[in-house]
């Protein structure tokens, strides 16, 4: 066989082969072409193509990735997402890091879904598994207690806004947690105690200023049925630029004065 046509054969048989061994690369490659264009739909079926060929591939991890941010952002199918974040538990359980991120991810997708049972497990869970700042403690807290605020379970919500309470760290969700906290004892007809946290809660430098008028208008439903009417219409009128509904200031505003 002559030297070039040897040389010829010699290099699609590498060709080949580099193709061969690496079975399973392009596609992932090309998947990330298509999702950088915009072709989501097209990435999404080559994603889940090459989990399928490569049970060991090294791009297993962004590749699982990119199928829970498509349904995330892109196809707004949260069950999905829950989905792929439940297989990829399963397949990192061994990996804490990777397992703690995905049990956050987890939780937040099972709270958009209003799968109330599930995303107390999972945020409980975080709890359990130890390791974290004392900003994500309190976050973690504060979810719990708005969950059991939406079962009607008052006392547990209180409970959670009050260990939410008890992490250092940063102000921004000691703050939410102080405004569901007296949120909390309102409803359990606490009023006291919610007026307390409310006057704390507004006493606090830097606070959010939405957060200010909420805090501010719940306190106005307590003076109004306290039978203190002409402070809750002051109150009232402070934040009538800083609420988030003007309609909601103005039409309590009318009720405070017939």
Same mark, same amino acid.
């Given at each position: 066989? #002559?030297?070039?046509?040897?040389?010829? +054969?010699?290099? @699609?048989?590498?060709?080949?082969?580099?193709?061969?061994?690496?079975?399973?690369?392009?596609?992932?490659?090309?998947?990330?072409?298509?999702?950088?264009?915009?072709?989501?739909?097209?990435? *999404?079926?080559? $994603?889940?193509?090459?989990?399928?060929?490569?049970?060991?591939?090294?791009?297993?991890?962004?590749?699982? /990735?990119?199928?829970?941010?498509?349904?995330?952002?892109?196809?707004?199918?949260?069950?999905?997402?829950?989905?792929?974040?439940?297989?990829?538990?399963?397949? $990192?359980?061994? !990996?804490?890091?990777?397992?703690? &991120?995905?049990?956050?991810?987890?939780? *937040?997708?099972?709270?958009?879904?209003? !799968?109330? !049972?599930?995303?107390? %497990?999972?945020?409980?869970? @975080? @709890?359990?598994?130890? &390791?974290?700042?004392?900003?994500?403690?309190?976050?973690?807290?504060?979810?719990?207690?708005?969950?059991?605020?939406?079962?009607?379970? $008052?006392?547990?919500?209180?409970?959670?806004?009050?260990?939410?309470?008890?992490?250092?760290?940063?102000?921004?969700?000691?703050?939410?947690?102080? $405004?569901?906290?007296?949120?909390?004892?309102?409803?359990?007809?606490?009023?006291?105690?919610?007026? +307390?946290?409310?006057?704390?809660?507004?006493?606090? #430098?830097?606070?959010?200023? %939405?957060?200010?008028?909420?805090?501010?208008?719940?306190?106005?439903?307590?003076? %109004?049925?306290?039978?203190?009417?002409?402070?809750? /219409?002051?109150?009232?009128?402070?934040? /009538?630029?800083?609420? #988030?509904?003007? @309609?909601?200031?103005?039409? /309590?505003?009318?009720?405070?004065? *017939?």
């Amino acid at each position: 066989m #002559p030297k070039t046509r040897l040389g010829g +054969v010699l290099l @699609l048989c590498l060709a080949l082969w580099a193709c061969s061994s690496g079975l399973g690369e392009a596609p992932l490659a090309q998947a990330d072409r298509e999702f950088a264009n915009g072709n989501y739909l097209k990435a *999404e079926t080559l $994603y889940e193509s090459y989990l399928q060929a490569n049970p060991q591939g090294d791009g297993r991890w962004d590749a699982w /990735r990119q199928l829970v941010r498509i349904s995330v952002t892109v196809t707004g199918n949260d069950k999905k997402a829950a989905r792929l974040l439940e297989a990829m538990q399963l397949e $990192y359980s061994e !990996d804490s890091e990777r397992f703690v &991120d995905l049990s956050w991810q987890l939780a *937040e997708t099972y709270t958009r879904l209003h !799968d109330w !049972d599930k995303a107390s %497990e999972t945020w409980q869970t @975080l @709890l359990d598994q130890g &390791d974290l700042a004392p900003a994500q403690a309190a976050e973690v807290h504060w979810n719990l207690g708005k969950i059991h605020q939406y079962q009607g379970r $008052y006392g547990m919500a209180k409970d959670a806004m009050l260990a939410c309470l008890e992490q250092e760290g940063d102000q921004t969700p000691h703050a939410r947690c102080m $405004y569901e906290l007296a949120q909390a004892y309102s409803l359990l007809k606490n009023r006291a105690q919610a007026r +307390v946290w409310l006057d704390r809660l507004l006493a606090l #430098p830097g606070l959010d200023p %939405e957060l200010h008028a909420l805090g501010t208008y719940m306190l106005c439903e307590i003076l %109004e049925a306290e039978g203190q009417k002409a402070q809750a /219409r002051a109150l009232l009128e402070s934040i /009538r630029q800083t609420y #988030p509904n003007p @309609l909601v200031i103005e039409t /309590r505003l009318r009720q405070l004065a *017939e």
